[in-house]
């Protein structure tokens, strides 16, 4: 059965701290992983990786994929509050009209 | 920067009663989305459409859903009899293509309450 495990579910760091938020995969036909951020609605995209080893990065956000290993991560450096929302990996799959999302996990930035 | 858009944003039913949530994709975009959310739960994929018709369903997309492109604007998710369990946040999608690497954008959602 095909699934998206994140972990942890729920994080809570002070503004300032570095996070990692992991995301592991079994699904057949991969073709690439997707990173959201979930705020108070829809969810809005970060990262698109479909190669191993090669660091996406956008301003304090950073995300790798390792695909012999079937997972990827993603680091916030220096949060700030604005960061707080909950972080959905999705598994895209050849041949499939339809995005494949985990449980996603909250984080929580406190000042 | 274009979007996509949809309405209402709240929307408060009886059950048993049929809804239409209704979405506008972005204008060059050729695949088409719904996914919903229980409050709490993970987002959970419900139809994809292409070319007017329906490409990929889940188990949730049943006989009480149904999808549809009326013009060449709108995509339209219809439930015909709410139940209790409808109550979610339904997002609509839409994408430039499947065929290679691209990323879907998500509309704000309708949250639907089911009473």
């Known amino acids: 059965e095909d699934k998206v495990v994140q972990s942890p579910l729920s994080l809570v760091v002070h503004e300032g701290d570095t996070v990692t938020l992991n995301c592991s995969y079994e699904?057949?036909?991969?073709?690439?992983l997707l990173w959201y951020k979930q705020e108070k609605k829809a969810p809005t995209f970060l990262f698109m990786l479909?190669?191993?080893?090669i660091e996406k990065k956008s301003g304090r956000l950073s995300s790798i994929l390792d695909k012999k290993e079937l997972f990827s991560i993603l680091n916030i450096t220096a949060t700030q509050t604005g960061d707080s929302a909950v972080y959905l990996c999705d598994v895209d799959q050849t041949g499939a009209n339809n995005l494949f999302f985990g449980t996603g996990t909250r984080l929580t930035v406190i000042p | 920067e274009p979007e996509v858009t949809q309405t209402p944003s709240h929307q408060v039913t009886q059950m048993g009663q049929e809804v239409i949530l209704r979405c506008v994709p972005i204008s060059n975009h050729l695949y088409f989305y719904w996914y919903r959310q229980i409050l709490g739960q993970k987002v959970e994929f419900l139809v994809s459409f292409y070319n007017n018709e329906i490409s990929e369903k889940s188990e949730i997309f049943d006989d009480q859903f149904s999808v549809e492109r009326p013009d060449g604007s709108n995509f339209t998710l219809k439930i015909r009899s709410t139940k209790l369990e409808d109550s979610a946040m339904y997002f609509c999608a839409s994408s430039l293509d499947r065929g290679g690497v691209a990323e879907a954008f998500f509309g704000q959602g309708t949250r639907l309450t089911v009473v």
């Open positions: 479909t190669s191993s080893g």
């Open positions: 699904v057949t036909n991969f073709r690439s």
